[in-house]
């Protein structure tokens, strides 16, 4: 049974998100009816990302020896209440930070 979470990306236009857990507080629509509409648009809810991302990204580039390469992995939620939620992965949020570094080269490493 499908039920669909309403975001709005704009003024006019909205995309349609498949609920797969019961929401507290929320009542059941029928199969493929909307059970809630999101309060703020995705971008809105995607502009609470920034500080998260910048933070991470000062303290990689901080790091003594940059990586060649750099990831950071997590996941979002959607939410009628709150908007944007860092994902839990067993009860905990969930961050995966990748960082490699290649063979030495010959010259100085870092920055």
Known sequence: MAYYLEVPLDAERT???????????VLPAGPGQVVERMSQTLEQALDQLEPLTTSIVRR????????????????????AKTGMVIAE????????ILLEW??????SPGR
Do not use: W, Y
């Not at 990689?60 to 939410?79: M, Q, Y």
């Not at 290649?102 to 010259?107: A, D, F, I």
């Open 60 to 79: 990689l580039s901080n790091l003594v020896e940059l990586p060649d390469r750099a990831s950071v992995e997590f996941g979002i939620c959607l939410t």
């Open 15 to 25: 995309i349609l998100v498949d609920v797969t857990t019961r929401v507290e507080g």
């Open 102 to 107: 290649e063979t030495q080269r010959s010259g």
């Open 89 to 96: 992965a067993t009860g905990q949020s969930h961050f995966k």
